[in-house]
């Protein structure tokens, strides 16, 4: 992790050398933790890098300058880092990760480098630092987009209802079979009611129904840390 002294701490510390003994060593009761991290999660279905907004919050006690160096990890490790000050970027910054690089699923937020800086002021100039790793930790996912579509064919009685399940996989810089746990629902009223759960294989689950009349069917199924749920178009036969 990069540790950078900041200029105003040289230049202070020269004011220290000006002002003689009229600077104390004794150190203020200066403290600066980082209580949160967090950022909004991204969905991806190219294989462009994407932006996104890291959050961070704080509690601080006789502090005048403050740095946090967040660091930003994939699936792969180290991704990138996120940059907080006093003087710009005091809660969010903009980071940008490369998903066909760092991998779909869950990233994390920290540990942090943490500087604050306390000066004092005239006749005493107490200065003071803090120069340390702070552990807190927060995380966020990077999914890829999920697709589903469903066809029907009747024969006689019986509807088969074929279900086509993707997902985008930016390591493959392209769309993929996926084999989520898919569900296969009829409208109800106003209501979808689910008829079966299936595992699908390579990407497709069949389901078959014996009915007289016309229903409208549906297929869905629910997002994981690294792919987003979807719903197919409704069809009715």
């Known amino acids: 992790m990069k540790f950078i002294r900041r200029v105003l701490v040289s230049a ?82 903009r980071i940008q990760v ?31 630092e803090v120069e340390r790793a702070d552990y807190t930790k927060g995380s ?27 997902v985008y996989n930016p390591g493959k810089y392209g769309k993929v079979n996926y084999n989520p746990k898919v569900k296969f629902q009829v409208k109800s009223g106003s209501k979808w009611k689910t008829l079966k759960t299936v595992k699908p294989k390579k990407g497709k689950a069949t389901y078959k129904i014996k009915t007289k009349t016309k229903k409208t069917y549906r297929v869905t199924f629910s997002q994981v840390s690294w792919a987003t749920g979807a719903t197919s178009k409704s069809v009715k036969r």
Do not use: Q
């Not at 066909?100 to 500087?115: C, F, H, I, M, Q």
């Not at 000066?119 to 005493?124: I, K, L, Q």
């Open 12 to 93: 202070f510390a020269a004011l220290a050398l000006v002002a003689g003994p009229a600077f104390s060593a004794e150190a203020a009761s200066i403290s600066f933790d980082v209580t949160k991290l967090s950022a909004d999660n991204l969905v991806v279905s190219n294989t462009n890098c994407k932006s996104t907004n890291v959050y961070m919050k704080h509690k601080k006690s006789v502090v005048e300058d403050w740095y946090v160096d967040t660091e930003v990890h994939g699936r792969y490790g180290p991704s990138t880092d996120a940059f907080f000050n006093s003087h710009g970027s005091t809660k969010k910054d």
């Open 98 to 128: 490369c998903p066909s690089w760092d991998g779909l699923g869950k990233y994390t937020l920290g540990p942090s480098e943490v500087a604050a800086y306390h000066y004092g002021s005239y006749p005493s100039y107490k200065y003071s």
């Open 140 to 166: 966020f996912y990077v999914r890829g987009k999920a697709y589903a579509s469903l066809s029907t064919k009747r024969s006689g009685k019986t509807v088969t209802l074929t279900s086509t399940s993707k």
